[in-house]
């Protein structure tokens, strides 16, 4: 399974649940998808939106031990409940030259009062 990440779970961070997505996980490279970030304050939240002018920049990752899931799932706070502020689905993410389906923290929680980072890249909030 792949996993797409554009936030505190990227290579260039430093953080517990990153340390442990790198070493139970592969790094093919980086890509974007079609969506929107915002800027939550130490964290982002990303969009996936098919027919968006925006780009959201990441690492994909494949994993090597898919049961770290529950973890990054409980990072994340999924919880499968309405209120949930992400839920994790499957997206197709451009890189260099493929289309590669990944499975993404969406952000279910947009509403147009978020700061939105214009340059679809955390690491340049």
């Known amino acids: 399974m792949n996993l797409f990440v554009y936030g505190t779970l990227r290579t260039a961070i430093s953080n517990p649940m990153a340390q442990l997505l790198r070493q139970h996980g592969q790094l093919l490279g980086h890509g974007w ?5 915002f800027n939550l ?10 027919g968006s002018a925006y780009r959201v920049w990441g690492d994909v990752f494949q994993l ?3 049961t770290i899931l529950t ?6 706070g999924i919880k ?20 590669m389906p990944c499975q993404m923290y969406v952000f279910l929680k947009a509403n ?3 700061t939105l980072i214009e340059s679809g ?4 909030k």
Request: hydrophobic fraction near 30%; charged fraction near 30%.
């Open 41 to 50: 304050g130490w964290y982002p939240g990303a969009t996936y939106e098919a």
């Open 33 to 37: 998808v079609l969506g929107r970030l």
């Open 64 to 66: 090597t031990d898919e």
């Open 121 to 124: 890249n955390f690491l340049e």
């Open 80 to 99: 499968h409940h309405p209120d949930d502020e992400y839920a994790r689905r499957e997206v197709p993410v451009h890189m260099a030259d493929e289309i």
């Open 71 to 76: 973890q990054l799932d409980d990072y994340e």
């Open 112 to 114: 147009g009062q978020q």
